[in-house]
């Protein structure tokens, strides 16, 4: 269940109950692909920096080590160790991102496994059984999500059949929560919303998802290579006609300014790889803006990464250290960096929860932009 318990213009503060726990939205998942957190980063580290929900591939980790095994070893959460929420996402992503290796049909897509080549089908049903086995605390609808530089027949096209797996995945996922042996039989689904960077579309599939009463709506196909312009208004048109009262997920989006921006148009949940990627190649995160370790100007440099952190990195070691350690390729380093990304990602989602508890959203957002440097970068970006 989904409760709203402030707003902010369009902007929602909420907390959705699940079987593992309460989510206190909005809210930022920490990307987890193949049930670890890239730059050796384990579900203890997770906890310390204040994640609230792990986010897995449902894919991956169908190729490798196998969704089945996965279930005979008690299911994700036992698997790597972490008794919080999961996110699974539905390997729908994936029909985009591995286009050379896929074929899509009615029935589902047929994929090439990138691992070793070997023939997969998934299709809303198998997709579902798939997450079923690994026993997340949300499971996400199996869709296809085109390209945002798509013809507009081809979208309307691509949008009718995600529709129409959706209803499939409804039905199957009930199915399977009815089962004896289902791990969590109160698994969770959430419809993505497609339609590329066509408004109109976009809004006719929101109006028709939201009649299934899911547990929770996403806006996919975004940051797909649009402009933040056209993501923001996207946002603006489809957020009105997904039902308010349950939790609206942004996927794959994205930057600090991107989340803020999106808060503010109704969206409380979030995951992207930006932290993580980023930090493994020494670029980090601060109320300053973002600086790169790997710059000269930090390697006589004896301060933390941001002064005041509080995450593991922060409290112990310097910039001149995490920067020789990035240069020598040792691990710590890009394990250091992405603890404090992750934790300052963490961190900013628990300010805006306090910001909306407060009154002071709209304040807080401009002051973050303006720290961040963030409102002059926009607005080169879009001259």
């Given amino acids: 269940m989904y409760e709203i318990l402030t707003e902010s213009g369009h902007a929602k503060r909420g907390v959705l109950h699940t079987v593992h726990g309460d989510i206190q939205t909005p809210v930022f998942m920490n990307v987890g ?20 929900v792990e986010l897995s591939n449902t894919y991956h980790l169908h190729v490798r080590p196998g969704d089945r095994l996965i279930k005979e070893l008690g299911g ?45 089908f998934m299709g809303p049903e198998e997709s579902m059984q798939i997450q079923s086995n690994l026993a997340s605390t949300i499971a996400m609808a199996f869709d296809e999500c085109p390209s945002s530089v798509a013809e507009r027949a081809y979208v309307e096209d691509s949008v009718d059949r995600t529709f129409r797996w959706l209803k499939r995945c409804k039905a199957e996922l009930t199915r399977l929560n009815g089962l004896p042996d289902t791990i969590n039989k109160k698994q969770m689904l959430f419809g993505i919303n497609q339609g590329a960077i066509f408004a109109d579309i976009r809004v006719e599939h929101a109006k028709r998802i939201a009649e299934l009463e899911l547990d929770g709506y996403a806006i996919g196909g975004l940051a797909v290579g649009e402009s933040h312009e056209e993501m923001y208004h996207i946002i603006e048109e489809t957020v009105p006609y997904l039902p308010k009262n349950k939790p609206t997920y942004l996927m794959g989006v994205g930057t600090p300014a991107n989340i803020l921006e999106a808060v503010e148009r109704g969206v409380d949940f979030f995951d992207c790889v930006y932290p993580t990627r980023n930090g493994r190649h020494g670029h980090l995160y601060t109320n300053q803006g973002k600086i790169n370790l790997f710059n000269q100007k930090y390697e006589k440099d004896m301060r933390p990464i941001e002064e005041g952190c509080a995450c593991p990195a922060c409290r112990r070691y310097s910039r001149a250290y995490i920067r020789h350690l990035l240069k020598a390729k040792e ?41 961040m440097g963030q409102i002059e970068r926009e607005k080169q970006e879009n001259l």
């Avoid at 049930?35 to 310390?48: F, P, R, Y």
């Avoid at 390997?91 to 290796?101: E, I, M, N, T, Y």
């Avoid at 990602?345 to 009154?359: P, Q, V």
Wanted: proline share 1%; net charge positive.
């Fill in 33 to 52: 692909t193949a049930a670890a957190i890239k730059g050796a980063v384990s579900t203890e580290d997770l906890k310390q920096i204040k994640t609230q």
């Fill in 76 to 120: 994700l959460h036992k698997f790597m160790v972490w008794d919080k929420p999961i996110l699974t996402d539905s390997g729908g992503f994936q029909v985009f991102s591995l286009a050379g290796l896929r074929k899509i049909k009615e029935e589902g897509v047929y994929f090439h496994s990138h691992v070793d080549g070997a023939k997969i």
């Fill in 331 to 371: 691990m710590l380093g890009m394990r250091l960096c992405v603890l404090h990304n992750l934790y300052f990602y963490n961190t900013m989602m628990e300010e805006i929860r306090d910001a909306l508890d407060h009154g002071v959203f709209a304040e807080y957002k401009k002051d973050k932009l303006f720290r």
